[in-house]
């Protein structure tokens, strides 16, 4: 199929890509377009314009500091995955990124467009959750931190204004002698989860965040599977029924944990 007519600005800088945003509320974004060009091509998406960040310089970088890993919105994914900076401050990161579809698609995907694209079966969403992360965004009124749990909003929904830009990811480090897990269940690897979990573990307390059993990341601060089965809203579809992912939440949500306190105990 091909995508229907739109119009193409290839902005040199995040200031220019919030002036076209301004000027056309249906324009969008487009980042690594490893989801948005399928629904161009299936008709679900008809933007009257996109908005190709790929020339916009600044925006691909992994910095690692004592806080915490801040990633550019342009970053690749792959190039995150094999970052040894990014895995020893949050190791997390990329058991969850080797989750995400195969290899070709992470060295196109961009971790802001996985962001910004909110879909609640993905695994960036959940690790930026679980650890307590913050986007950056800009827009005409200057740029702002939104938290993590304040971004996510419904399915393919955040908080980012119709003007604004993601242009930073920041993955919060987590506290020494803490354990992590990245869980999920695929018909096919690379397939999109049937549920998922990242779970982290710190001085006897767990929080878990589970993907595809919601319509966003579904965060949960308890090691109990009654907390975690009435904080979930699974729906059911060709893939497998609501009580199906509600048995998934509660076992991936204990090899989760289990997996958590072994490597926090190392």
Known sequence: MKPPPFDYHVPATVDEAVALRTAD???VVLAGGQSLVPLLNMRLARPSALIDLRCVGGLSY???GEGGVAVGAMTRQRELERSAEAFEACPILREALELVGHPPIRNRGTVGGSIAHADPAAELPAVLCVLGGRVGATGPRGTR???ADDFFLYPFTTSLEPDEVLTE???PKAPSGSGYAALEL???HGDFALAGVCAVVSNGS????FTGVGGRPVLVDSDEPDAWQAAIDPSADA???ADYRRQLVAVLGRRALELA????AQ
Do not use: M, N, Q, W
């Open 62 to 64: 992994v910095r690692a």
């Open 169 to 171: 990811v920041f993955f």
């Open 206 to 209: 767990a929080r878990l965040c």
């Open 186 to 188: 695929t018909r096919r």
């Open 25 to 27: 509320s249906d324009a």
């Open 145 to 147: 931190e939104i938290a």
């Open 239 to 241: 893939t497998g029924s």
């Open 261 to 264: 306190r072994a490597r926090s």
